[in-house]
């Protein structure tokens, strides 16, 4: 007996030139056999062992976007425009991008609240990570005493300096949002940034 069944949903896993994509998804299309699969709108005969199961014919799936819609919602009960609370990624000029208007949350885009802001001698400036990132993950950190303002590092949870760096609001996620903060940090000693 397959290990799927008609109507299921699978994501390719491995490559070989057989037209599929990796990582994409597919529905199984006819009874499959033990070792080979029927993939709707592409035949059959593909390695079952190329695909693992996303979801069984029948169940039903959650929108991909239902907690950030459940967030919007909220917005929507403190303000009538809560779009401009929210921002959604421009894969042309591959930034996030304000919303203009009411969005449907389509689901081949992705969306974030705007990042909250901390105001710093008159510049608005990207609120710092307030909570441990994940080992490994890039960050940057603000070093306005330092000839270089901002230095990159990689998150390691077992140096407690990483932790000590959070802890006085110095950790950012971009190189951007670190510049900005050392910018507005500057402007206390030398009237400009």
């Not at 449907?104 to 710093?120: A, G, L, M, W």
């Not at 990483?162 to 940090?185: C, D, F, Q, W, Y």
Request: hydrophobic share 35%; aromatic share 10%; net charge neutral.
């Amino acid at each position: 007996m397959s290990k799927f069944k008609v109507g299921d949903v699978v994501r390719r896993i491995n490559f070989n030139n057989t037209g599929l994509k990796v990582g994409h998804l597919y529905t199984i299309a006819e009874d499959p056999t033990l070792s080979s699969v029927h993939i709707r709108g592409h035949g059959g005969g593909f390695d079952a062992c190329n695909f693992e199961l996303v979801r069984r014919a029948g169940e039903s799936k959650p929108h991909p976007h239902a907690e950030l819609m459940a967030q919007y919602a909220q917005d929507a009960k403190e303000t009538d425009k809560p779009w401009e609370r929210w921002e959604r990624f421009s894969e042309m000029f591959c930034k996030w991008v304000p919303l203009k208007e009411p969005t449907s949350f389509d689901t081949d885009v992705k969306y974030r609240r705007k990042p909250q802001t901390i105001n710093i001698n008159g510049y608005e400036v990207p609120e710092p990570a307030g909570n441990t990132l994940p080992s490994g993950y890039a960050y940057w950190i603000v070093t306005p005493s330092l000839e270089i303002p901002v230095i990159r590092e990689v998150w390691d949870n077992e140096l407690e300096i990483h932790s000590i760096r959070l802890k006085r609001g110095l950790v950012h996620t971009t190189r951007e949002a670190a510049e900005l903060h050392a910018k507005a940090l500057l402007s206390f000693t030398n009237g400009k940034g």
